[in-house]
């Protein structure tokens, strides 16, 4: 029995390696939207800029930066958005009631 032309030998019982697995797969438009919308949350609240905010995702996931990111990463790259913008909030209120703060005391 000849292997299919174009097709290259593998084992027998090894798994055939597809990489459009679906973990293998780009971000879904629906994925990159709503990390980018998580992202643009984040830096209307912080100093950060969208470079350094997708520079964090990566280093926190343990990715390369040129590596990209794939539907299998979602799960937990939409996770360390969702704690970023958590503390980013939180940050924000705390200057907020320490400008207040400062406010009431300097007045009297």
């Known amino acids: ?33 709503v990390l980018e919308r998580l992202i643009t949350r984040i ?20 990715l390369k930066s040129e590596t990209p990111l794939l539907s299998r990463h979602f799960p937990a790259a939409e996770q360390n958005l969702n704690q970023r913008l958590t503390s980013a909030q939180t940050t924000l209120a705390t200057r907020q009631i320490i400008q207040q703060f400062e406010r009431f005391t300097a007045t009297g």
């Open 43 to 62: 830096i209307a609240l912080s100093q950060q800029q969208s470079a350094e905010v997708w520079a964090g995702l990566k280093h926190d996931l343990g």
């Open 1 to 33: 029995m000849q292997p299919i032309q174009g097709a290259t030998p593998r084992p027998p019982g090894e798994p055939a390696s597809t990489p459009s697995a679906a973990g293998e797969q780009p971000l879904s438009t629906q994925q990159r939207t």
